[in-house]
């Protein structure tokens, strides 16, 4: 029968194209926001960050784009690499050590 | 290779033993984290550690008993857990000054029989 229940959303692109990975987060008054990057068999891994006073943050390859009014994060990875196939997941805080994250994106990337 | 080590890397127990999970860090963070993953799902916050004293519990059953020894170590105290407890368990390690992102170990997969 068919499973019932929260599926990890998934993202398939060809090796040299760009990814964007959204996140929906939940409590606007949320004033950091981290991208991490967890491989299978690992915990995850920091990717960039972004405080509430700024739209835009660009690190190696990546850029997290940070949108108040609706609630929204995205993280763009410039020319895909297979290294890059992991999850993805935002995290989010107001206190500054009360962290909480989002569903996660699975990234695949096709050689 | 993480800076933040976590002990054992695979742990099967049965559900009357007692176990521990270790995590040690030498960042010189003053805060530490525990967290609970499971399959194809995000990081759950459990416990967290300022200057080691437990300062968020997120309503955690008193099954998992949290430690903070000292500045660099933190151990997680497991008794007469359930096979729903099964799971990845997280350590991770930041700075309290300012907005700072967390270090993460590689996690401890638990498997409860």
């Known amino acids: 029968g068919e499973s019932v229940g929260l599926h990890l959303p998934t993202l398939s692109v060809q090796e040299g194209d760009n990814s964007i990975i959204n996140c929906a987060y939940s409590?606007?008054?949320?004033?950091?926001f981290i991208w991490y990057k967890q491989e299978s068999g690992k915990g995850p891994q920091f990717i960039i960050d972004?405080?509430?006073?700024?739209d835009k943050r660009q690190g190696q390859r990546v850029t997290v784009l940070l949108n108040k009014t609706v609630k929204h994060l995205s993280l763009q990875i410039a020319a895909t690499q297979p290294g890059d196939s992991a999850v993805y997941f935002c995290?989010?805080?107001?206190?500054?050590?009360?962290?909480?994250f989002g569903t996660g994106t699975s990234l695949t990337v096709i050689p | 290779d993480t800076e933040v080590t976590q002990t054992p890397k695979h742990l099967v127990m049965g559900m009357t033993n007692k176990k521990s999970l270790k995590c040690e860090q030498h960042m010189g963070h003053r805060a530490m984290y525990w967290y609970k993953q499971k399959a194809k799902k995000p990081p759950e916050l459990m416990f967290v550690?300022?200057?080691?004293?437990?300062?968020i519990n997120e309503s955690v059953p008193s099954r998992f008993s949290p430690e903070c020894p000292n500045s660099s170590l933190l151990n997680l105290h497991l008794h007469a857990l359930q096979p729903e407890d099964s799971a990845l368990y997280l350590c991770?390690?930041?700075?309290?000054?300012?907005?700072?992102?967390?270090?993460f170990g590689d996690g401890t997969r638990l498997s409860i029989l």
């Open positions: 995290a989010e805080t107001y206190t500054g050590n009360q962290f909480y």
């Open positions: 409590n606007s008054a949320s004033d950091y």
């Open positions: 550690y300022s200057y080691e004293k437990l300062s």
């Open positions: 991770a390690s930041s700075s309290l000054f300012g907005d700072q992102p967390q270090h």
């Open positions: 972004i405080r509430s006073n700024m």
